[in-house]
């Protein structure tokens, strides 16, 4: 199995701070890498796919980045509305495995 | 506007099976190049990968749960099923139903959730 982790468990920011969270692949994943966004009692929502690649929808604010085993999700200026639990996601194998889960909080 | 919504019972006895259904709407379950998945959430806890099957009914599973996953489509309903034996409390989670992309899998959108209790 890939195991996924994130870095940091999480994070206290405060509204226009630029947050940057860390996920790692135990193995090469090129750049089949989703990110979500989840806040309490709620679905997570789609916010990056392939690594890279903006969800219509989704503010711009929000950016991925890495391919192979390091990827990065950056939120460039953190609303009010972001306060939230991010996963990563991998589909490079048929198991698809997630990240534990970076909280991000005030 | 595709929307999923998951149903089923809410409560489960230990050793019984969990049966739930994803009703699909604003879409039709047989469009090409989409996969229908399920996914598990235990409370306070993180996201897990249930399986997923294409309207043909080539199914994935994970493999930690194999062989006690079915799941199954009804494309005359537009929708699909999990079907998770021999529970125990362990199972207890938040069940969601969420449309995969067949090329970058990822999910989207999802179902509200329905949370699945585990409990004589």
């Known amino acids: 199995d890939i195991q996924m982790t994130q870095s940091p468990s999480s994070l206290s920011a405060s509204v226009g701070d630029r947050v940057t969270i860390t996920c790692r692949a135990s193995q090469t994943i090129k750049s089949y890498l989703t990110w979500y966004q989840q806040k309490p009692g709620k679905a997570p929502k789609l916010l990056i796919y392939a690594a890279s690649s903006l969800q219509s929808g989704v503010p711009s604010r929000f950016s991925g980045s890495g391919s192979g085993t390091d990827f990065t999700l950056t939120i460039s200026s953190l609303q009010p509305e972001d306060f939230a639990t991010y996963y990563c996601?991998?589909?490079?194998?048929?198991?698809?495995?997630f990240g534990p889960g970076t909280k991000v909080d005030i | 506007q595709l929307q999923l919504q998951e149903s089923g019972p809410g409560l489960v006895k230990p050793s019984e099976t969990l049966s739930l259904t994803c009703t699909v709407s604003g879409g039709s379950i047989t469009n090409r190049g989409y996969y229908w998945g399920w996914i598990r959430q235990p409370p306070g806890k993180g996201l897990e990968w249930i399986g997923n099957i294409y309207y043909s009914g080539s199914t994935s599973y994970n493999p930690s749960l194999k062989s006690r996953v079915t799941i199954s489509v009804d494309t005359s309903k537009n929708q699909f099923s999990l079907k998770l034996s021999s529970v125990t409390a362990a199972d207890t989670a938040v069940y969601y139903c969420?449309?995969?992309?067949?090329?970058?899998?990822?999910?989207?959108?999802w179902g509200q959730g329905t949370l699945v209790t585990v409990s004589s």
């Open positions: 969420a449309r995969q992309g067949d090329y970058w899998k990822s999910s989207d959108p």
């Open positions: 996601q991998q589909s490079y194998s048929t198991l698809f495995t």
